[in-house]
């Protein structure tokens, strides 16, 4: 379904990204990363022309903003999976961002990035 694109995870929950990771393989995708701070996931988008991207909100080094804004500026897919919901300056940035609350499944997950990446 992802057609080897690559998707970026960004999340510091290792079970969490673990899971996430497996749901894109099985769904034909390739993952870069997970990365764990903002400052990896940044570095990261230095390095790699990713496709789409799965961000949870609150990271070991800050909330994830400085990615997403980064993310929209390239015109990349993204959504926010998060327990807490999405940080202020990016609701106020992207009113309409999809959002996805934990404990949603990879495979809602995945279900839903699909849908953000066609436009849906």
Known sequence: ?????????VEDEPLVAMAL??????LDGRVAGPTRTVAQ??????RQEIAAA???ANLADRDVTPVGLVLAERGVPFLIHSAVGIPAELARAFPSIRVIRKPAGPD???????????GD
């Open 1 to 9: 379904m992802f057609g080897q694109k690559l998707i970026l995870i």
């Open 21 to 26: 990771i497996d749901q894109i393989e099985r």
């Open 41 to 46: 996931a940044l570095a990261m988008l230095e």
């Open 54 to 56: 799965i961000l949870d």
């Open 108 to 118: 809602v997950v995945a279900a839903h990035l699909l849908k953000t990446m066609t």
